[in-house]
């Protein structure tokens, strides 16, 4: 499973996505403002995903890393799509049975860009990640990254990456998979025989040669 959505996400972008550590970024930072528009957004209604309007949350700044002006407001826009994603669902979409299927508490923490090239940083609940992802969830993160290439054609390719403490390196969230559950050993079960096969199988067990003269020679004890 994990491989067909590693796949799914190289489909979605013209070129390989580079995952590139975020811990440590010194040199050249600029903050750039989380700016408030109609962004698309993939929500749960009644289980099923769909694709739904959502302004962008007033957040604040983020951190991001970018050598460009054009990247500086590439990661602008990037950061303002995933703040609108992982927002809690406004209550007159909640009404209407619209779940998001991120955690609550999550939050971006920095992107960084170069040439089209980004990776995003978040926050997830430290329960959230330890207890694994599932694969139906990295599969709706997946289109997340897809629909955001969509809505804004400057990316190259996009990698989001999370922790699970302070201390953690950054790593994809592919890498916080739910484990496969163990398979299950099934109990062996003799096969049902009727009394006549048993009395067959018995006979047929005896030993053949009983009460019969045993030869005598280079072949006595010997099996053939």
């Known amino acids: 499973m994990i491989k067909s959505i590693s796949a799914f996400i190289s489909q979605s972008f013209s070129r ?6 975020l811990a440590g970024v010194a040199s050249g930072l600029v903050a750039v403002p989380c700016s408030a528009a ?21 957040v604040g700044q983020h951190v991001v890393r970018a ?38 508490g999550a939050s971006v923490v920095s992107v960084e ?16 990640l330890r207890a694994g992802i599932a694969d139906e969830d990295l599969e709706l993160y997946a289109e997340v990254m897809a629909g955001i290439a969509r809505q804004f054609p400057e990316v190259r390719s996009l990698v989001v990456v999370t922790r699970d403490s302070s201390e953690s390196p ?4 592919t890498s916080f998979a739910k484990p496969a559950p163990p398979p299950t050993k099934k109990p062996e079960t003799k096969p049902e025989t009727s009394p006549s ?20 020679g280079a072949l006595t004890g010997a099996s053939i």
């Open 197 to 216: 096969q048993e009395k067959a199988e018995a006979k047929a067990g005896q030993n053949a040669a009983l009460g019969q003269p045993q030869p005598s």
């Open 113 to 128: 860009v170069a040439d089209g090239a980004c990776t995003a940083a978040i926050a997830l609940p430290q329960e959230y």
């Open 38 to 58: 109609e962004l698309q957004v993939l929500v749960l209604r009644d289980g099923a995903p769909v694709w739904v309007s959502r302004e962008a949350p007033v």
């Open 170 to 173: 950054w790593r994809p969230l």
């Open 67 to 104: 050598v460009t002006p054009s990247d500086a407001s590439l990661a602008g826009k990037i950061a303002a799509a995933l703040a609108a994603q992982l927002a809690p669902v406004p209550l007159d979409q909640k009404a209407q049975g619209v779940k998001n299927f991120v955690p609550d």
């Open 16 to 21: 390989l996505a580079v995952v590139s550590s």
